[in-house]
């Protein structure tokens, strides 16, 4: 019935705008769907024209082929570029109705009940209130004049703030993936510091009202003007599902004067059955600028889900003095696939840039590290410290390490390390004989071996991102 | 510049005797040349060293026909007194002199290589030229349990007679069982603005062991690449030393095949640059069989506006468990205009194996100069003293005591 009725809607032109509640564009990729998806959302016109040019800009394009992780084509064209959000009736009603493997890993990482119907879109009853939560939250932040709305709201609210910045960091003529999010995206966040302001508390999505559906084409645009700080937290430790396979989200961070922005993430997306059927494309591009003098951006990342995860949030270190650091624990199980890492574009003097990153793989996983450390002519007395260790569990995995140095300044100091190894017998043999069965051993090794990226997490978020690194090697070893 | 391959490539023919069936495969060879053309920076290989467009700048119009009947005299003057040793010498591409007058002679077997023998189907175009152009292989064949008394010296001479031409050479080593080489390339050039392009083939069986020192000291204009294979079967020891310094554009790639338990590579490069020089390391190590070690040490001094390159690639095969692995580029930038870019990579798929590598690059050391200084040194020794302890390192990991002396004084390193 659904199908005819889309069906019938691509004849008609421009018939799709009405009834928005229960249909989605119609299939495709073309300057209709652009201009339907802008329509729906009441886009001022130059919003418009800026996703229409980055469409003129994706059709020349091609898309990239040179990464380690192979994926079977994508037909643009048999993709939904909009579609509104589900309503409750088809969404599950009880727990019960959940794959019982997935309420299983919930137990394990000790997510409440009501939380667990919440990220699964089950109606929650009305004694569990996020809305006030949310609300409370909200009061704390206006106070401080701190924006923090979804990026459709920003763009009719602070459009000002969204002119000036969207596309700053990811122009519309970046490469494929950025270019069709630019063309494309339907929602995300903003996240707005007033100068001198120190955000007192962790932001979220988590907390966002209507965060949830914000579909395929994510976008989000963080701003901490001069002398603010903030750390936001990007996803959550619980699996999540979903039925669209290519992510493409943008992420835009920009940093004024003696601005701090810390931005986390755990990526826990569906990786796919254990012979690697299904499973998301998690194709994000992230990238900071330290626009400002002593600004310093900090990515921190842990990755344990999707098929297949391709990303490199990097930092353009454009003022004197400013700061970028990148730590990351990427794990890779069964047949999952990640080619990670990070850039750190060295332009200002005195910038310094670090970067931790931890590759676990297992199973028939295949992981790579993908980094640039470029330090430019002008970027005198700068210093990047490169380190990046992977772990191998069993001889049918992979674990590559490729990364880009590039020095033009004699008064600068790049030093790279890497390291490859596999957890040692001695090691297991020790914690198993005071107890520990071997999955708890592997999974404290493990941890141990993350250590230095965990720290950076914020302490909630750590104690769950722990559970996680353990559960996601569930059934490696042995 | 298609048609100039065509017309080159008929007049090398027609000058030369090759067999309809040796024709054909250099036909075949060229073909795919024509396919491929010079590698762009498009190539991954060639990111930091764009061949095509180097040659483009330098030399401009290359000419490839190189009439291999022209006898080229021979001035004793160039060989090293030094030490007594058998040698090759080739002058612009062409073989004028094999003498290994301090060995037993049923001990080596030189034979021409039958190019049907040759792997004609190469992703590498500059291999591809090089089998349609090159004259006959000679394979020097080192028979079993035989270790060659003396050093062998490669001198590679290009005289004044070449300009603006393509240069192809190839030479084939087989050393058998419980054999031994040491091999030191020597490359004296005299001619400006040629493209050089060589290829060096070594097949170790069991229990052998090559040592193979390549000297690039004086200052020329020609544009070079060589690349060297190596295939390690059980047991077997691959020594390369490779110092870079004189023509204003090199390639050096060495490519190791660890295809036997316990065979093992040892790969040390120098760097030493200047004026506006572009120099490259590429090497790839496999390792296809358990329990076999590959070690890389490059070191470069860059100063002016001169530019160094390392990429370093391990690969350990999922069959290669206990593979040991270590890779370590240091560079040192001396002028604001001087570069350098690396790419050391590592791609694993067996878990049991130790594989490191590190990379570091900067300025020289400001508390090291200070130090120095403040013990009566002017700041001009105290750096010299500094870049030659820094690139000694390399030379000290040289195994032949002899030869390492002959190298230290030839390159002015104490």
Redesign the interface.
Known sequence: MRDKQIEDLKDYKYGFSTDIESFKAPKGLNEEVIRFISNIKKEPNWLLQWRLKAFERFKVLKEPD?QKPKYPKIDYQDLYYYSAPKSFKEKPKNLEDLDPKLLETYKKLGIPLQEQKRLNGIAVDAVFDSVSVATTFKDTLTEKGIIFCSISEAIQKHPDLVKKYLGSVIPITDHFFATLNSAVFTDGSFVYIPPNVKCPMELSTYFRINASDTGQFERTLIIADKGSYVSYLEGCTAPMRDENQLHAANVELIALDDAEIKYSTVQNWYPGDKDGKGGIYNFVTKRGLCKGKNSKISWTQVETGSAITWKYPSCILKGDNSIGEFYSIAITNNHQKADTGTKMIHLGKNTKSKIISKGISAGKSDMTYRGLVDIS?NASYSTNYTQCD?L???????????????????????????????ISEDQLHYCQQRGLNQEEAVGLIVNGFCKEVLQQLPMEFAVEAQKLVGISLEGSVG | MEQKLKTDFDKFISTSNFSNQEIKLKKKALDNFLKNGFPSRKL?NWKFSDINQIIKKNIGELTFYNDYKIENEINDDIFIKEIEHNKIVIVNGKVQQLNFEYEESDKINITILDILNQNLNQDNSLISLNNSFSNRIHNILVKKNYSLKKPLIIYQITNEKMSNTNINFQLNFDLEESSSIKIINFSDDNSEKNFINDLFNFNLDKNAILKNYKIDKKNNTNIKYDYSSIIQKENSISETFIFSSGSDYVKNEVNCNLEGKYSSAFINGIHLLSKNKHHEIRTKTNHLYENTKSYQLIKSVIDDSSKSVYQGKIYVD?KA?KTDGYQLSK?I????Q??????????????????????????LDEDSIFYLMSRGLDQKTAKELLINGFLLDVVEKITDEEIKKLIKNMIGLN
């Open positions: 040179w002519k992977s191998l569990m069993g001889n049918k995995c992979g674990a590559h390490t490729v990364p880009y140095i590039k020095n033009k300044n004699s008064n600068s100091n790049i030093a790279h390390e890497a390291t490859t190894s596999k | 991954e999922s468990q560079a930038l001396l002028n604001e001087a570069e350098f870019n690396a790419k050391p990579e590592l791609e694993i798929y067996a878990d049991d194996v130790k594989c490191s590598h590190g990379s570091a690059s900067g300025s």
